[in-house]
């Protein structure tokens, strides 16, 4: 008999002075060993769920309804209980590492419940032969990357051997190998030792194909409980398309191309990038009219939304650049020509498109010649004789394994840090604004219209301007409901965005990005792609280090890969990404024998499109 292990009736959760639930009225079961996947917007309470459900993390507020593990109360467990059995990963990794070592950070909880130190060395023997920590073990916590960090934390938690595993979207930080290798630690934890694992993830590539159920929320409510090709099949039907964006590549592929899509048997919709390669070519095969030697049938393309979408975006006035805030803005003079906001914009396939957009001048903005810089003056050589430019409007995408150096590169391109040799270079006139991976570093008030108003008056804005610009950036990014909200109560989406905001108000005309999308849902990925795209209209410059792959490849205007110290390949998206194994979208894997220059679904359906016949 199967066991439940989590349950949850009638929760309902609301922060202090907030006028909303963040939770309302959930119920679930979850039962031991099950793989269970939490999406849904940023900020709709799935890391507020995570954090009641370990107990020492609950936020204050007003609670209602109960928590129960293994039939018992969750308030009610023996501490040592809490702490052991039930283990969490948070989405900040800085916010929860406590030690100056990875030995000591590694050792912390096991010292804390008292194991015995010949058990303690066992369990840090396996844990870092499973995670590759051993050459790490007496690095100092701070020369770790954001992934290094993340992977610390796992293994932290697995010394204690817990029996349920709660993960706020671990792999927003992971380079595309790191985060496979790290959903297949999971998987086989799942599988081998039963434990249940809760994963919240906005990136469902990897996780949905092993999950036993999905859970959606929405607004603090769940919308959504049902097996993974079952929330497919949801997803299919035309009132709940806007969940489509959280699927797998292979199943909005099925469902975009498939003239079946509404009433199939679950048991065919596709997951993986596999299933989805056989169904493309079993169907083409049998000749349906879905995929056919000429391409696709011509009513699916025309009423499918990426043929036709366009994500408005509000109008942001123009305000001349004034004076640089330290530590996002690099020092130099005033923006000769100032970046706006944009008056409006399209989504993806509308006239913002980075198929529409002006190519990039020639013009250099930034530029780093033979750069090389190390931490300490015995240490390694982070970057190597590495050479770099970025042209006046375009998007540079710099990609690269965890510790490859790419936010040191975003450091020394920014001023803030210096190279021991080679020179970066910024063009006269121009400045840098840096959002740093952390978007924590940013804060400093205790309400998130507090640190938009103040950002606003330092860049020297006046009242009026400060009231017009901050408004629509609240329409931009989604924060007119946290205004009120302390910034650290935020989730780690809307954290993120708020730091983005603030730093859009000094208006820099060269934008250096640290994982923008990390933490993000789909339609605010969609919205800061809009922004992006309308700024390189007017002439801004963006650098964006990123592991999300999708994103780059389908916004960027040139890829390039930093490993071993340098950049080791450049090059427009397409030529890019269709020659790599892993950096590469799934929609690329599964159709590269049919179009191998294709990323993305809209790729897809641009290219059959054109010679579709009709139905």
Known sequence: ????????????????????????????????????????????????????????????????????????????????????????????????????????????????????????????????????????????????????????????????????????????????????????????????????????????????????????????????DASPR????????????????????ASRLYLALSTEAGTAAPENIPLTVREGKRWLLNSRAAGASVVTEAGVCANVIRDHPAANSGAGLPAVVTREASAAAPGIVTPGNAVAEPVTYPAGASGPGGPDSPVNLP???????????????????????????????????ELLAVMGGNGAGKSTLLHVLGGLMKPQRGKAELSKGSTTGLLAQNPLLYFSYDTVAEELRHMAQYAGASLEEAGREIDALLEVFRLRGVLQSHPHDLSGGQQQQTALAMMMLLKPDILLLDEPTKGLDPAAKDRLAALLQQLRRQGASILIVTHDVEFAAKYASRCALLFDGSITAEGAPAEFFSSNYFYTTAVNRMVRDLLPQALTIEDVIRTWSGSAPPC
């Open 1 to 224: 008999m199967v066991m439940e292990i989590l349950k949850a009736e009638q929760v309902s959760f609301r922060y202090p002075e907030e006028d909303r639930d963040s939770l309302h009225e959930l119920s679930f079961t979850i039962e031991e060993g099950e793989f269970v996947v939490l999406c849904g917007p940023s900020g709709g309470g799935k890391t507020t769920l995570l954090r009641h459900l370990k107990r020492e993390l609950a936020p204050v507020g007003m609670f209602s309804g109960s928590l129960t593990y293994k039939g018992q109360p969750l308030p009610g467990l023996p501490a040592a209980v809490a702490a052991g059995e039930i283990g969490m990963v948070f989405q900040n990794p800085d916010a929860q590492i406590v030690m100056d070592t990875v030995w000591h950070e590694l050792a912390f909880s096991m010292e804390n419940l008292g194991i015995p130190p010949a058990v303690m060395r066992t369990r840090l023997a396996e844990i870092c032969a499973l995670f590759g920590l051993e050459p790490l073990l007496y690095q100092s916590v701070h020369e770790l990357s954001g992934g290094q960090k993340q992977l610390l934390n796992l293994a932290s938690v697995l010394l204690l051997q817990p029996k349920v595993l709660l993960l706020d979207e671990p792999t927003s930080q992971l380079d595309p190998v790191a985060a496979r290798e790290f959903i297949m630690a999971l998987q086989r934890l799942n599988e081998e030792m039963s434990v249940t694992v809760i994963i919240s993830e906005h990136r469902l590539e990897e996780v949905l194909p092993l999950a036993d159920r999905v859970l959606m929320l929405e607004g603090g409510r769940l919308v959504a």
């Open 230 to 249: 079952g929330f497919v099949q949801q997803a299919g039907s035309a009132s709940l398309a806007s969940r489509q964006a959280y699927l797998p590549a």
């Open 359 to 393: 190519a990039p001048s020639a013009e250099i903005l930034l530029s780093c010649r033979e750069v090389t810089f190390r931490y300490d003056k015995e240490g390694r050589e982070v970057l190597r004789k590495l050479s770099l430019t970025l042209r006046r409007g």
